[in-house]
């Protein structure tokens, strides 16, 4: 069946003048662009995408529109002409249109200035709002060069994907009119008209990289900007590409849906995600600074000079900058000890969603851009990223990037789809990838690997891991690295059984590189956790220990009595994985089980607070730090009286002497966690007075984890207040979802104030997320009833996987609580 959506593709764009005029007034603009068309057919009509857009004007070499008929429903507009004859021909509109209030499109965002509230002009186009902002053919493959000019007010200044050309002032405007871009997609055109100031650098190269903020904050954009810098060079030199535009811009945009975005030249940032306050910002903040400008940078090359063909393939460019942001940060900053992070930051994630039965497969059709919007979801992101970490341990790390530089160098400027990449691969390691890869990519979830003996064989099997434990018959082509006597072994498991002759003291999985679980015979497995492990590997039996028992192939108290082996551990990831794992537990049992619980995990976590203490030690390293936020954040949880009064006495130091940044989230939470109405007027205050994002917003969630209802409806409603910006609706809600105190309170008012909700959220990708957020504590089939009748009456058809996720995973919590009955604890 043909896309509607999709446009004929007998017209192709090859150049865009677009000249914009924003009124920062009234919140409207006026457009003229020129678009040089190749009409590959003669024909009388041409298709574009316009949304919300009221077309004035339109012509063909001089010749006037007939009709201009909109398709609102697939955001098209038809433009009628007598007859157009095959060849090169200059499409000139002028159009009108709103800016946007939603963080899409051209939308309008807010800072303060002299204790003024102004006006910024912004732009996210990505995947389908350019045809918000001008008439375009809007499609990744429909490739075109973009000459931008804006005309605003003279006191503002504006930057786009390339550099300025011109610059003029006439009365009150003044024009912008920026160089000629390479071919590009529309959604990575990009331009912010707002007051800024910037740092810059140049890379050894002579890059021209600059960080740019609104007045006031150019001394955190010095972090940034170094580390632009370094992953800039990383890049070069890992692509062995120059970076392809003549200056790379990054900036701090104070509205913004999500973290970043990779528009080319022009990268755009949540403040959080990439302003860095000496004095102020901690070592979490700093860690996920770095990430998010690696994997940005990483998209100048793999997305922006090679893009998708369509959406379908969006996994191909956020999986790989997933993956190579890892191995740009352990190459900027190795004390992040970051692959051990990876595992329960990526990898992990992916393997619970694609756990469910309505998880999707990485390449997946989509049609409509509520469709699309969707996929930008934990598969293509970070299912994506492991079977590319899979991919290249099982080809070597130099095959593996040549095979990239010869896909980037092939199809540098153009598009691509998966098989292209796996092409390029089989190139140059003539190792069979595409067929391995298929087995990745185009089916629904990951394999289990189940371990018996045969005499002196080891026996391996497959099957699909499951929650529900459905039985079904894929296979995978799993490369399996198997540590046997001091060595690492590669087997191809290609078939349901692999039997393989092994003598003993084996490790399947080794170094978790593999998308996949491993369930070990009892014996082996207690042989393995006696044995000394690596933290990976110890990760790795703790989070599939975990996954069995939620799927109930085992019981919990499996996964309980594991983790006391691991009281003496000292890593990071390791403890994160099991407060992650307790924290799921406690709210599920919290009814039967809360007091034991709590217990248990007071008494696991005592030796770890016992040598880090609440005092940062010199030189002590990064995760360090980030694991005594950590342990002191689960202690306190977890009713420890001592790390409760130490948080309350910090707390009121802290006003009057500020303290760590690194303890801060800790010592809010736990204030709040431990006190009422007070506290929540004292953090609320500080919460309104605070300029700076990342400490707002520290405050913000602290609202979020006081046990009195009547507190949190308070802290629910402050949310969608004007207080809060829309970016940061979500976090209140998500906090309170999961606060064990806060019972259904979450679900009932995001029911309540589903139209208000709606309204904010019903494009984009947050949606899914708020839903998941709100029912993921649920385990009864009351409840299940209660969910699909609420979404069966109030469509969110961005959001339709979210909810069937969602229901499955109530049933998934249901069946795991009956199951287990007695924790053994
Ligand atoms: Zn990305």
Request: glycine share 4%; hydrophobic share 35%; charged share 30%.
């Amino acid at each position: 069946m043909k896309n509607p959506y999709i446009l004929p593709k007998t017209i192709k764009p090859i150049k865009y003048n677009i000249e914009l005029t924003p009124n920062f007034n009234d919140l409207n603009f006026s457009g003229k662009e020129i678009i040089e068309l190749n009409i590959i057919k003669n024909t009388n009509e041409i298709i574009l995408n316009s949304r919300d857009l009221e077309i004035t004007s339109a012509k063909i070499n001089d010749i006037k529109v007939k009709k201009i008929i909109y398709d609102k429903e697939h955001q098209q507009v038809k433009l009628l002409f007598n007859e157009l004859k095959k060849g090169i021909l200059s499409l000139e509109l002028e159009f009108k249109g709103k800016v946007s209030q939603d963080m899409r499109g051209l939308y309008k965002s807010i800072y303060i200035n002299d204790n003024k509230e102004k006006i910024m002009l912004t732009t996210q186009f990505e995947p389908n709002d350019a045809r918000k902002c001008f008439p375009c053919f809007d499609e990744p493959n429909l490739k075109a060069k973009f000459n931008l000019t804006l005309k605003i007010p003279k006191e503002l200044d504006a930057v786009s994907n390339m550099p300025v050309k011109r610059k003029f002032e006439n009365n009150n405007l003044k024009t912008i009119i920026f160089d000629e871009t390479p071919v590009m997609s529309t959604y990575l055109l990009a331009f912010v008209i707002s007051e800024l100031e910037y740092v810059e650098g140049k890379t050894k190269d002579n890059v021209m990289v600059r960080v740019l903020t609104t007045p006031g904050k150019k001394d955190k954009a010095k972090f940034p900007l170094e580390v632009a810098i370094k992953s800039l060079e990383f890049y070069i030199n890992y692509f062995k590409i120059d970076y392809p535009l003549p200056k790379l811009d990054l900036i701090a945009i104070p509205d913004f849906e999500s973290g970043a975005m990779e528009n080319w030249g022009l990268i755009t940032y949540r403040e959080v995600a990439l302003l860095y306050d000496e004095k102020n910002s901690s070592a979490g903040i700093k860690q996920s600074i770095v990430h998010t400008i690696n994997h940005e940078l990483a998209h100048q090359w793999f997305g922006n000079l090679v893009t998708m063909k369509w959406w379908n393939d969006l996994w191909l460019n956020e999986g790989f900058a997933s993956w190579i942001e890892y191995k740009a940060t352990d190459k900027l900053f190795p004390e992040f000890d970051i692959w051990n992070q990876y595992l329960t930051d990526v990898k992990i994630s992916a393997l619970y969603l694609d756990s469910l039965q309505n998880s999707h497969p990485i390449e997946v059709n989509v049609i409509n851009p509520d469709e699309i919007n969707e996929i930008f979801d934990v598969i293509s992101y970070n299912k994506g990223s492991s079977i590319i970490m899979m991919l290249e341990n099982y080809l070597g790390e130099e095959v593996f990037r040549n095979g990239l530089k010869f896909y980037l160098n092939k199809f540098k400027y153009g598009n691509a789809e998966t098989d292209n990449l796996w092409d390029s691969l089989e190139e140059v390691s003539k190792k069979p990838v595409k067929k391995m890869m298929h087995s990745w990519t185009r089916q629904t979830g990951y394999p289990i690997i189940s371990v018996s003996f045969e005499k002196d064989n080891l026996i391996l099997k497959q099957e699909r891991f499951s929650y529900l434990n459905k039985k079904s018959n894929e296979i995978w082509k799993i490369p399996i690295n198997i540590y046997e006597e001091g060595k690492i072994n590669c087997y191809l498991m290609d078939k349901k059984i692999l039997k393989i002759k092994i003598k003993n003291n084996f490790f399947l999985n080794y170094d978790q590189f593999g998308f996949y679980r491993i369930r070990y015979d009892e014996k082996t497995f207690n042989k393995i956790i006696s044995s000394k492990l690596n933290i990976k590997n110890k990760i790795g039996i703790i989070n599939d220990t975990y996954s069995l028992s939620r799927g109930c192939y085992i019981p919990l108290k499996d996964f309980l009595n594991l983790i006391k082996n691991y009281k003496n551990e000292t890593d990071y990831a390791i403890w994160d994985e099991i407060s992650s794992g307790l924290g799921k537990i406690q709210l599920l049992f919290k009814e039967k089980h809360l007091e034991k619980i709590n217990k248990f995990t007071r008494e696991l976590f005592f030796e770890i607070h016992k040598k880090l203490g609440w005092e940062e030690k010199n030189n002590e390293g990064h995760t360090k730090i980030l694991l005594r936020a950590q342990v002191l954040a689960t202690l306190g949880f977890s009713e420890d009286k001592n790390i409760l009064n130490k948080a309350r006495k910090m707390f009121d130091e802290h006003l009057k002497n500020k303290i760590n940044p690194n303890l801060r989230s800790v010592v809010y939470n736990l204030a709040a966690f431990n006190d009422g109405i007070k506290m929540f007027n004292k953090l609320k205050e500080m919460y309104l007075k605070e300029n700076l994002q990342e400490e707002k917003i520290r405050l913000l969630v602290s609202l979020g984890v006081f046990k009195e209802k009547e507190i949190l409806r308070e802290a629910l409603k402050f949310s969608l207040s004007n207080k809060v910006k829309n970016q940061d609706t979500p976090y209140l809600l998500s906090v309170i979802g999961s606060n064990e105190y806060a019972d259904d309170l979450a679900w009932n008012f995001f029911k309540d104030n589903w139209k208000e909700y709606y309204k904010r959220f019903h494009d984009g990708h947050t949606m899914p997320n708020l839903i998941k957020s709100v029912t993921m504590r649920f385990s009864s089939s009351e409840r299940l009833n209660e969910i699909k009748e609420f979404f069966n009456k109030n469509k969110a058809e961005n959001a339709k996987r979210a909810i069937e996720q969602s229901l499955e995973m109530i049933k998934i919590n249901n069946n795991l609580v009956e199951f287990n009955k007695d924790l053994g604890i």
